[in-house]
Each structure stands twice: as C-alpha cells, then as structure tokens.
C-alpha cells in the first residue's frame, strides 16, 4: 500500500485543550476541553485517592454560566478542592442541552473535607431548595459509582448524603 505525504488537517480529529495557569506558582490550572471546564491544583492532585474520590454536584444552566469560573475556581484557588469541573457552557449551547454539571471532587472517606466544601455550596447558593425551604438531600457520588454507571434512575442511592452533615431545615451543620 502506497503512503501519502498528505496528512491532511487533523485539528478536527484531535480534541482542543487549552491551559491557563492562574496563579505565580504555576500549581493551580484552569483546562478547557470540548466537554468540561477543569480547575485543578497540580501540587495537590495526588491527595485524591482514586478508590476514595467521587464530588459534589449541582446542576446549572448553560445559559446563567456567567459566575461559574468564578465559583468552581475559587473553590480550587481557595483550598476548599483539588479539582473541580462544570460542562462547557458553548458545547450545552451547540447541543442545546437545557442543563451542565458542575463537580467538587474529594475523598469520601474525608470528614472535613466535605463540610469544607458543602460549607463552600452553602454560602455560594449552590444546594437547591424545595418550596418549602428546605434544602434537598443531595447524595455524594463516588467516582467508582458513576463509572458503573450507576445514577439516579437505575436505583442509585448515595451512601453520603446533605443530611448526614447539615440540618435540611435550618441549614445548619450538625
């Protein structure tokens, strides 16, 4: 078989990531795929034990993403996470999804490190409320779990829940 020297424009088959670093360091880093926007602190990264991680989500609209770098790269830039992650807003948009996800990625079996970040969602409005007030019962989901492919619908039940931290009431840690 003949080989070509054309090698024709293969930007379109190789996925486009851009990095910024944002800090003097170097150690902190926005990634910007077609899918996800990432945060992550290079220096810290191996403190997620990939048996033990999993996040934090909540849900957005793609067309209210004006705060969200803000949010998700503060939360890595201020310590409160090693990683983080939401749906590229311009790719919702193109494929005319209604709603993206934003992950807060952490150790499950870390204490603090979730009342830090769920401290973090509180304060930034991020945990939804029934019509009541009350804040919903969100379930922690372990990288293992999404992976399996196991989600809401096909009868997944989050072992870590809001609850099992905060009062849904009063919003209140417990």
């Known amino acids: 078989m ?3 020297n054309n090698t024709g424009n293969n930007e379109e088959l190789t996925p486009s990531v851009e990095e910024t670093l944002l800090n003097e360091s170097g150690s902190i880093a926005r990634v910007k795929s077609f899918s996800w926007i990432w945060f992550i602190n290079k220096k810290r990264i191996h403190d997620i034990d990939p048996v033990q991680c999993g996040k934090w989500m909540f849900f957005f609209s793609p067309f209210k993403t004006a705060l969200m770098d803000d949010i998700v ?5 201020d310590g409160v996470v090693v990683e983080a992650k939401y749906s590229n807003p311009e790719t919702l948009i193109a494929a005319g999804s209604k709603q993206g996800v934003c992950c807060f990625y ?8 979730h009342k830090r970040v769920l401290s973090y969602m509180l304060e930034n409005g991020l945990i939804r409320k029934t ?14 779990e999404t992976y399996a492919g196991k989600y809401k ?10 609850a099992d931290f905060v009062d849904l009431e009063t919003g209140e840690f417990i």
């Open 153 to 162: 619908g096909s009868g997944f039940h989050g072992k870590i829940k809001l």
């Open 73 to 77: 790269g503060t939360a890595v830039l």
């Open 2 to 4: 003949a080989s070509s």
């Open 131 to 144: 019509k009541t007030g009350k804040l919903y019962n969100i379930s922690f989901r372990f990288d293992t």
């Open 106 to 113: 952490l150790n499950g079996n870390d204490r603090e490190s």
